[in-house]
């Protein structure tokens, strides 16, 4: 028998408790109290704080920001792109993003130090209570049936330090790919999704003002200078349009190098090797190359337990064809506010049922189109497939548009072109991951 959540419980310190003010957390944050619920918003560190990051958003993160209400204009501060471009193989493909009806038609990009810091406002604008330097431990659970109830966790540094413990009838772990929250109540990460690795550091560069985020396809491992191996993943180059750009990689768990490969040597070894007039020199470098894991392709699951969403990086969110991950971190937190706007204006059974709809709304949403790009991270990750894709796809402009559609999760499920009813037959078949 499952208790169930009812707002406004006595003892309750808030209807929901969201966990991590990342995109994620700040993003549930916001269309939650815009509901009318009240909000415990708890994070670690304080803003402005910087985040490792590419600090590109595609038009579908563009979307979730437009949903926000915030101004995407770039008079507000954002750089916009067209496109983006391919490089590989010897060409070099320019393909502007598609026009949808579905998203917009740029994407944009930000440091990641101002983007959340914006985001977080925003939500404390709408009503939500930030609490700041207040890192959560663990889930605190009913004894009786298990249900996660709050959290405990401590406040302020060193000597000022002192525990604390909140209780709220939800929590959403929007924790990022640490997942604390998860991992305290015995949710381990799924060994059958992809992960990835990526690292990227910011250089002067008269490259800042490009209006295409850049893509690079092809990463020689080089360790071994006579077996040089090609990785599954990709450099990029973002212009930040402030006289730097976002220069980074990622790779992927399905190739032999992972693991075992020395990121920050791979970045510098690929960065000699491109222009010197581009910048990508040791003395231009503004502050150190920094790196994280990325988990793919709903590597945690379920993405419910009684009393607990996961949310964003914390339910391994990323997109496994691109590495993508701001803009799920912001779709499954705007689901996941719906469903639990849904159970606190509901009593008994039928609120727990629309809790229970949280991982169902995100597999119809994501799970075909996940399943099809964890097959496709196997693939690439035999360096065979992956140098034949890239000599003979990325010299064909039909197919790279269409693999763009794909790649970037870009079309039209319902009413769109040729190209979009393709993949969304794709999706519709592929068992959901
Ligand atoms: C090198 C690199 C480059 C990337 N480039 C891109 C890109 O260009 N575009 C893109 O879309 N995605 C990119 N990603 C992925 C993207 O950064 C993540 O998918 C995204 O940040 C996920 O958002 P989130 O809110 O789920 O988690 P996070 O952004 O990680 O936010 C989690 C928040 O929770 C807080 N927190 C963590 N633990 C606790 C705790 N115990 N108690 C309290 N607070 C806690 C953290 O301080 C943080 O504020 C990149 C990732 C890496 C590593």
Sequence with gaps: MVAVPTTGRPGADADVIVVGAGPAGSTAATHLTRAGLDVLLLEKSTFPRPKVCGDGLTPRGVKQLIDLGIDCSEEAGWLHNRGLRVLGGGVSLELEWPTLATFPDFGAVRPRQDFDELLVRHAEKAGARLHEETTVTQAVTDERTGRVVGVTGH???????????????????????????????????????????????????????????ESHLELWDRT??????????????FGMGDGTSNVGLGILSTSRAYGSTDYRALLRSWLDGTPEEWGFREENAEGPVGGAALPMGFNRTPHYRPGMLL???????VNPFNGEGIAYAMESAAIAARCAVQSAARRGPAAEKALESYPTQMRQELGGYYRIGTVFSRLIGNPTVMGLATRHGLPRRTLMEFLLKLLANLYDPKDGATSDRVITAMTRLAPSA
């Design 155 to 213: 406040v302020g540094k060193g000597k000022d330090r002192r525990p604390v413990t909140f209780r709220a009838p939800l929590t959403l772990a929007c924790d990022g790919v640490s997942a604390r929250l998860a991992l305290s109540i015995g949710m381990a990460k799924r060994d059958d999704r992809p992960m990835g690795v990526a690292v990227r550091r910011y250089y002067r560069s008269p490259r800042t003002h490009d209006d295409y985020l």
């Design 311 to 317: 949310v964003g990086d914390a339910g391994g969110m």
């Design 224 to 237: 071994d200078p006579a077996q040089p191996q090609l990785l599954p993943g990709y450099g990029w180059i």
